[in-house]
């Protein structure tokens, strides 16, 4: 069965911390990978795609390794308004090339506290 | 403005009923996408369809149908048959080319069936 794993959390951090979240993956055939935030009681919405070079936007920075088959999330400098979920997203290529489906992980819920 | 919307937020039934939970986009996607997501879990698939008159079974199709007549809309019915219908459900949408194509949610409607 296609897999993505993460630390469920709870993972409860003071404001300004740095935070980091691993995600592993099963199929070493994925092509495509995302970061997704989930605000409790609402839909999932894009953070990130994480690109094989690594990829930064303001103070998320997401890295993938293929070799390992894992993807990082890291949140710098954390403020009250990063608590969610973060859900690790992987997209596979269906037999014969054609775009799979996305695979979500179950989600690593942050608290950031005052 | 475009996006997905799906009504009603909140639906409650009595077992035994079956109940169709409605999903439109005016982002002109052509695939859609109906997830189902439970407390601590990963969002699971339920249907999806990559074109119009055409959809095909997820990972948790039992108990659940779809239709597909028009491009904006992509109902799910879940019917008695469903063993365990309260849930998130959650409705998505991407433009289905592209290796790091976005995929857009509806807001959800939570199902309660007592």
């Known amino acids: 069965r296609k897999e993505v794993e993460q630390d469920p959390g709870p993972f409860n951090v003071p404001e300004g911390a740095t935070v980091a979240f691993n995600c592993t993956y099963s199929?070493?055939?994925?092509?495509?990978f995302f970061w997704y935030r989930q605000d409790c009681r609402k839909e999932p919405k894009l953070l990130m795609s994480v690109y094989s070079s690594g990829n930064e936007d303001g103070r998320f920075t997401a890295q993938l390794n293929r070799a390992s088959q894992y993807i990082s999330l890291l949140i710098r400098d954390s403020k009250l308004s990063d608590s969610a979920t973060y859900l690790c997203v992987v997209n596979e290529m269906n037999y014969g090339g054609s775009q799979g489906n996305l695979i979500f992980g179950k989600g690593t819920k942050l608290s950031v506290k005052p | 403005d475009g996006g997905i919307t799906q009504s009603p937020k909140y639906l409650f039934r009595k077992e035994g009923q079956n109940v169709t939970l409605s999903c439109e986009q005016n982002?002109?996607?052509?695939?859609m996408y109906w997830y189902r997501q439970d407390p601590g879990q990963g969002l699971r698939l339920i249907y999806y369809s990559q074109i119009v008159n055409d959809f095909q079974k997820g990972d948790i199709a039992e108990g659940y149908s779809v239709s597909r007549e028009k491009k904006e809309s992509f109902p799910l019915t879940v019917t008695s048959a469903q063993k365990n219908p309260t849930a998130f459900y959650l409705c998505?949408?991407?433009?289905?080319?592209?290796?790091?194509?976005?995929?857009?949610f509806g807001p959800g409607t939570r199902l309660t069936v007592t």
């Open positions: 199929n070493s055939a994925s092509q495509s």
């Open positions: 982002l002109n996607h052509d695939a």
């Open positions: 998505a949408s991407n433009s289905g080319t592209g290796a790091t194509y976005e995929q857009y």
